[in-house]
């Protein structure tokens, strides 16, 4: 079995910041990407970031200049450091992996259970 648990949303005003985070356990050989996608009221679900296993990262346009992934690889966690959030940040986040399970078990991608945020005044 394999679980990836997020956590750091919240409410936070405009211009402020948020941390999450997600970390990857269970039957795991490696993680080949993990990443962020985001689903706002009334828009489709989007890719905000990815970091790959060997460091690549890419962001959403709208997002470049104030976002940064980073990944902890002995912890298999991965985070999302958002600065100068605004209110076109508020959205369901979810954490995404590619991941080679253990046992030969093959590649599969897992979602986190997703975590609000909310920026508001």
């Known amino acids: 079995q394999v679980q990836l648990v997020e956590s750091g949303g919240g409410l936070v005003q405009p211009g402020g910041s948020l941390r999450l985070s997600c970390a990857a356990s269970?039957?795991?050989?490696?993680?080949?990407?993990m990443g962020w996608y985001r689903q706002g009221p009334g828009k489709q679900r989007e890719l905000v970031a990815a970091?790959?296993?060997?460091?690549?990262?890419n962001y959403a346009d709208s997002v470049k200049g104030r976002f940064t992934i980073s990944r902890d690889n002995a912890k298999m966690t991965v985070y999302l450091q958002m600065n100068s959030l605004n209110p076109e940040d508020t959205a369901v986040y979810y954490c995404?992996?590619?991941?080679?399970?253990?046992?030969?078990?093959?590649?599969?991608?897992?979602w986190g259970q997703g975590t609000q945020v909310t920026v508001s005044s």
């Open positions: 970091i790959t296993s060997g460091g690549s990262t």
């Open positions: 995404y992996a590619d991941i080679n399970r253990s046992n030969s078990l093959g590649r599969m991608d897992y």
């Open positions: 269970g039957a795991i050989f490696s993680i080949n990407a």
